[in-house]
């Protein structure tokens, strides 16, 4: 039995995510050399977020964001089933800032992944990484994110369960852990 | 469904519907990997796939090296005119003696029915059957129902009718268990020589008017005339064939709808299908040649991630 417990309710969940917005103009100031690309399958919901925020808090309309799906590039292909997603860049990333956003960062395996595929795109200027969760002490490859939801102290046999409105009916994100 | 029923892909007729539905599912994706700017991605970077042609190609030959490279495999080519297969070896020598060069998927193209099949039960790796004689040509098949979802948006209460030489073609045999298993309606057209003589038990309807069959389908699969394969004289004369059942443009603006036209390739220009129908609008034979890249990767990446 895995018992839940929550991390980020709806509203801290937002809280956060305006956090992060504001940290990212703070760096980034209008946008207009930056766009935002979202991992598949589970980043893309924040990617959609923050993009949805950062477009009202600048009151722009052309801040870009894509999808990016790495199935093709994982280094665990034949080890476990994987299905691939729609990857959706309709944008050139070729000297852009770009942030790589997703939802959890546990071994740093996608984003290896990630980096990869989002090289067939182009060479962008910059590549920085956004998640919502930091599992610490859990990474397998020197990655680290540069802005960070919230840091939590985990265990390999745990799960962190990142939920949204859009897809799963609330915003929320618990951590299942074993039963003792 | 995230994986194949089949270990191999010998033919249509071994998948179930969900295998076809994952396949061209996936090879949607590859779609979008071969527009990118860079087309490659490395997911077979650790598999090795021997290409054994013992009977004449382009189009396959070259779109199943392409899908191979592009997804990072090391690729070894083989074609019968210059092999040791002339020396007298066998098939089962010949691959036997490939695989111990440590190979681990074969794509091959036979002359002889059943070939794929035969390979399959004697060797360890696994198989692409690339046409075997006039049995099944199973990856054709896919890409053509892929290019008829992307154009009709889906396969489902879709009449097909594929015309020419259905004796000798293995495409159609091919398309008619593909399309059905995906739903649709398929309808054969040719000339009775060129029918095979229980062609009723696949449970396609028969025509051999030409203008009926068009009339009746959403989309037209015009057959190449395999010449190669007819010892004997199935119809008086060529002139006489196209008369009777070769599209011309005259023909298709004369249809009560637009119909979509498919050639698997290649063309006898002016035979079954005249040229100003082959680059006419209406005609997605160009979309059947670059969507069977991307179905390719599909079947190559979904067959080496089975284990």
């Known amino acids: 039995m895995m018992k839940p417990r929550i991390i980020l309710d709806s509203k801290h969940l937002d809280i956060t995510v305006t956090r992060l917005c504001y940290q990212l103009i703070e760096i980034h100031n209008d946008?207009?050399?930056?766009?935002?690309?979202?991992?598949?399958?589970?980043?893309?919901?924040?990617?959609?977020?923050?993009?949805?925020?950062?477009?009202?808090?600048?009151?722009?309309?052309?801040?870009?964001?894509?999808?990016?799906?790495?199935?093709?590039?994982?280094?665990?292909?034949?080890?476990?089933?994987?299905?691939?997603?729609?990857?959706?860049?309709?944008?050139?990333?070729?000297?852009?800032?770009?942030?790589m956003v997703d939802d959890v960062l546990f071994t740093g395996r996608t984003i290896r992944a990630g980096l990869d595929a989002m090289l067939a795109f182009g060479r962008p200027n910059d590549v920085e990484l956004l998640v919502l969760?930091?599992?610490?002490?859990?990474?397998?490859?020197?990655?680290?994110?540069?802005?960070?939801?919230?840091?939590?102290?985990?265990?390999?046999?745990?799960?962190?369960?990142?939920?949204?409105?859009e897809t799963d009916g609330a915003d929320k994100v618990t951590l299942l852990s074993n039963d003792k | 469904m995230t994986t194949l029923s089949t270990k191999h892909l010998l033919g249509i007729k071994d998948l179930t519907a969900d295998d076809i539905h994952l396949i061209l599912k996936t090879a949607e994706n590859f779609k979008e990997v071969i527009n990118r700017p860079i087309k490659k991605v490395p997911s077979l970077r650790d598999i090795t796939i021997a290409n054994l042609f013992f009977e004449n190609s382009t189009r396959t030959k070259l779109s199943f090296e392409l899908a191979e490279k592009r997804l990072s495999a090391d690729v070894v080519n083989f074609s019968s005119a210059s092999s040791s297969v002339k020396k007298g070896e066998t098939l089962i020598d010949t691959v036997n003696n490939i695989l111990a060069m440590k190979v681990d998927m074969v794509v091959m193209r036979h002359?002889?029915?059943?070939?794929?099949?035969?390979?399959?039960?004697?060797?360890?790796?696994?198989?692409?059957?690339?046409?075997?004689?006039?049995?099944?040509?199973?990856?054709?098949?896919?890409?053509?129902?892929?290019?008829?979802?992307?154009?009709?948006?889906?396969?489902?209460?879709?009449?097909?009718?594929?015309?020419?030489?259905?004796?000798?073609?293995?495409?159609a045999l091919s398309n008619i268990f593909c399309l059905q298993k995906l739903g649709a309606e398929v309808m054969v057209c040719g000339p009775t020589t060129l029918m095979p003589k229980y062609i009723?038990?696949?449970?396609?309807?028969?025509?051999?008017?030409?203008?009926?069959?068009?009339?009746?389908?959403?989309?037209?699969?015009?057959?190449?005339?395999?010449?190669?394969?007819?010892?004997?004289?199935?119809?008086?004369?060529?002139?006489?064939?196209?008369?009777?059942?070769?599209?011309?443009?005259?023909?298709?603006?004369?249809?009560?709808?637009?119909?979509?036209?498919?050639?698997?390739?290649?063309?006898?220009?002016?035979?079954?299908?005249?040229?100003?129908?082959?680059?006419?609008?209406?005609?997605?034979?160009?979309?059947?040649?670059?969507?069977?890249?991307a179905v390719r990767m599909a079947v190559l990446f979904l067959l080496a991630g089975r284990a």
């Open chain 1, 31 to 99: 946008f207009s050399n930056t766009v935002i690309i979202g991992l598949q399958p589970r980043g893309i919901y924040l990617a959609a977020r923050i993009h949805k925020k950062l477009q009202e808090i600048l009151k722009k309309k052309d801040i870009k964001c894509g999808s990016l799906d790495t199935t093709f590039y994982r280094d665990d292909f034949r080890q476990k089933e994987l299905v691939p997603n729609k990857t959706n860049i309709d944008f050139i990333i070729e000297g852009k800032n770009v942030i």
């Open chain 2, 111 to 171: 002359p002889n029915p059943g070939a794929a099949v035969f390979l399959s039960k004697h060797i360890d790796a696994k198989i692409v059957n690339a046409g075997d004689g006039a049995h099944e040509h199973p990856t054709q098949a896919l890409l053509d129902a892929f290019s008829i979802k992307e154009k009709l948006g889906s396969i489902k209460g879709k009449k097909i009718a594929i015309v020419g030489d259905i004796l000798h073609s293995r495409v």
């Open chain 2, 200 to 293: 009723h038990s696949l449970g396609v309807k028969v025509e051999h008017d030409l203008r009926k069959a068009l009339e009746w389908c959403d989309v037209a699969n015009m057959l190449r005339i395999q010449l190669e394969r007819q010892e004997i004289k199935f119809f008086p004369s060529l002139r006489e064939y196209t008369m009777l059942f070769g599209l011309n443009k005259e023909l298709l603006d004369s249809l009560s709808k637009k119909i979509v036209v498919m050639h698997p390739g290649p063309i006898n220009r002016g035979v079954e299908i005249t040229s100003d129908v082959a680059d006419s609008s209406q005609s997605i034979i160009l979309e059947q040649v670059e969507n069977g890249v």
């Open chain 1, 133 to 165: 969760i930091d599992r610490r002490f859990s990474r397998h490859l020197p990655i680290q994110a540069k802005y960070v939801g919230k840091t939590i102290d985990s265990i390999a046999s745990e799960k962190v369960k990142v939920e949204w409105k």
